[in-house]
Every structure is written in C-alpha cells, then in structure tokens.
C-alpha cells in the first residue's frame, strides 16, 4: 500500500462517516496529519505487521500484536524500537 499525502476529510479523520471500509482506509486515517517521514515509517510497520498477522486489521487479537511486538526485538533497529517500546 502506498501512502501519500492526500488529506483525509473530518469527517474520515473523525469517525464522522462511520467505520473504515478497508484497511488502507483505516490506515490512511490514523495516519492523517502526520509529517511524511513519520507517514513513511509507520505505513511501513503496519505493512510489516499486516503481512504478519496475514488477516484484516479488525480480526487481529491481542495476540497477534503481542507476538510482532516480541518479533521486533530481532530487527535491532534503534528507530522501530523506540516506536514499540517492551
């Protein structure tokens, strides 16, 4: 998925319109008004944990996000890390 810097509406940003259609949809907006780079690296992760997990974003369970945030410990990534503190 890519991201790109396409504003969502308020009424997408709020919940306004109801529940996220998708998950790009859903991602999209939880990464509105964030700067770019931060848009990059967080699509990136949840691309990383989507693959992952191989289900949509609203049948993940605890679990799922318990056993990708014990993953990250191999990357050794200083900035991942940081972003999914244990």
């Known amino acids: 998925m890519e991201i790109t810097n396409r ?3 308020t009424a997408e ?3 306004v319109v109801g529940r996220a259609s998708s998950d ?3 991602t999209a907006t939880w990464l509105h008004g964030r700067s770019p780079h ?3 690296a967080y699509g990136a992760d949840i691309e990383r944990f989507r693959g992952r997990a ?3 974003l ?3 369970t605890v679990a799922d ?3 990708f945030a014990d993953s990250l410990a191999t990357w050794r990534r ?3 890390t940081a972003r999914f503190p244990r």
């Open 7 to 9: 504003a969502v509406s």
């Open 13 to 15: 940003a709020t919940g």
């Open 24 to 26: 790009d949809q859903l």
């Open 38 to 40: 931060t848009q990059r």
């Open 54 to 56: 191989g289900k949509p």
């Open 58 to 60: 609203g049948q993940v």
């Open 65 to 67: 996000l318990q056993e």
């Open 78 to 80: 200083p900035a991942v």
